[in-house]
């Protein structure tokens, strides 16, 4: 983890921070905020990137291996949010409208409101989170799901089904 000399990067009170994880700090200066004895473990990767989001996590979170989380339109984590290995929190949409300009050059879409867990939230292995998710607090996201949209408080979601949404437009 580069060091951070524009306060973007705020460490509660014992946090771990796995030396094989990464933190890519802002240039726009997006805040990265990791509540007290919130644990991160190896190859997990949060970047500040795609929107001007912050990212803010409660106290005893426990992310673990391999979870991506783009900052995004932001992402708000609760107290005790749990992720399991091969999350990833994405809460940004790459425009995709022309087909003369390359996806990569055609910015992003706007914010559907970013992501928001509430307190003691699990969600399982290899799932996605998506731009526009509100997840109540102590619900249990199946593994391999993902999610868009509101899930309430103490329920168990799960699933994904790939289907043909649209064409591109011409």
């Known amino acids: 983890m580069p060091p951070d000399s524009s306060n973007a990067l705020t ?3 014992g946090v771990y921070i796995s030396p094989d994880a990464r933190i890519h700090p802002s240039t726009r200066g997006t805040r990265i ?3 007290a004895h919130t644990q991160i473990y190896d190859f997990v990767c ?4 795609g929107g001007a989001g912050d990212l803010v996590m409660g106290e005893h979170c426990y992310i673990n291996p391999h979870c991506v989380m783009f900052t995004g339109n932001g992402i708000t984590l609760g107290d005790y949010v749990l992720l399991a290995p091969g999350v990833m929190l994405m809460p940004a949409n790459h425009a995709f409208g022309r087909r003369d300009i390359p996806v990569r050059h055609q ?8 992501i ?3 307190d ?3 969600i399982g292995a290899n799932s996605v989170i998506l731009d526009g998710t509100h997840i109540g607090k102590g619900a249990i996201i199946a593994a391999g799901s993902v999610v868009r949209g509101q899930v309430p408080p103490y329920e168990i979601w ?3 089904l790939a289907v043909k949404i649209k064409s591109r437009p011409a």
């Not at 949060?46 to 990137?49: F, G, H, K, P, T």
């Not at 910015?107 to 409101?113: A, H, I, R, Y």
């Open 107 to 114: 910015g992003f879409l706007e914010s559907k409101g970013g």
């Open 158 to 160: 799960g699933g994904t």
């Open 46 to 49: 949060i970047r500040a990137v």
């Open 11 to 13: 460490l509660g009170e």
């Open 33 to 35: 905020i990791i509540g």
């Open 116 to 118: 928001f867990i509430e």
């Open 120 to 122: 003691d939230v699990w």
